[in-house]
């Protein structure tokens, strides 16, 4: 079946930086296209950013662009966001999803159970 | 301020029916994108509900439906049970912004 774990979260300084790893299992992980979404405790959800499957395409929301950068290690299935300057409204819960095989505008199928990153002093 | 608009909530009693609307515009929904739905019960992540405007992943019941025209697209729920209590989030792609677009979200309470 299909599992997406991820793992780095944690408390970190503003202006400080982390990485997150989504691990998958249970499908072909390079035939898909990823992304990150998260959510502020009790709010909403925020797409993050997404890469292709052979990460020729990636882009990222206005919010994180210049400070974030999404990667993919397709021979390990994992899936990476390396975040840095990390801001106080950078605090959230992270989930990896897993997304189409064809287009960024597929639905995000299979959900992570998301990975709690803390920014503050 | 999210990009697709959603009414911060709606209830309804066990075994009405209620309806969610999530509202975009041309650079989103009103250019043809598709909408797709997620439930996120509260502490949980989100699950698949409805993708490509009105079709149900396999195990989705069919009280759950989805529809869309113009730059709005509509969630209806029949029959409300007790476990239908969720958070509900529409999302398109948006053109100008080259990604994925949510809606706020809309926290479903059953009576």
């Known amino acids: 079946q299909v599992q997406l774990v991820e793992s780095g979260g944690g408390l970190v300084k503003p202006g400080g930086s982390l990485r997150l790893s989504c691990a998958a299992s249970?499908?072909?992980?390079?035939?898909?296209?990823m992304s990150w979404i998260r959510q502020t405790p009790g709010k909403g959800l925020e797409w993050v950013s997404y890469?292709?499957?052979?990460?020729?395409?990636?882009n990222y929301a206005d919010s994180v662009k210049g400070r974030f950068t999404i990667s993919r290690d397709n021979a390990k299935n994992s899936l990476f966001l390396q975040m840095s300057s990390l801001r106080a409204e950078d605090t959230a819960v992270y989930y990896c999803?897993?997304?189409?095989?064809?287009?960024?505008?597929?639905?995000?199928?299979?959900w992570g159970q998301g990975t709690l990153v803390t920014v503050s002093s | 301020q999210s990009v697709l608009t959603q009414p911060p909530s709606v209830s309804g009693a066990p075994g009405q029916r209620v309806t969610i609307s999530c509202t975009g515009s041309?650079?989103?929904?009103?250019?043809?994108?598709?909408v797709h739905w997620y439930q996120q019960v509260p502490g949980t992540a989100p699950k698949l509900l409805i993708y490509g405007n009105y079709n149900r992943p396999s195990g989705v019941p069919d009280r759950f439906s989805g529809s869309k025209s113009g730059t709005s697209a509509s969630l209806a729920i029949t029959g409300l049970q007790d476990e239908d209590e969720a958070d509900y989030y529409c999302?398109?792609?948006?053109?100008?912004?080259?990604?994925?677009?949510f809606g706020g979200g809309t926290k479903l309470t059953v009576l």
């Open positions: 999803a897993r997304g189409g095989t064809h287009y960024v505008r597929e639905p995000l199928d299979y």
């Open positions: 041309n650079s989103n929904i009103g250019t043809g994108y598709d």
């Open positions: 890469i292709s499957s052979s990460s020729s395409h990636t």
């Open positions: 249970g499908f072909t992980f390079s035939d898909y296209y």
């Open positions: 999302q398109s792609y948006d053109s100008s912004l080259s990604g994925s677009v």
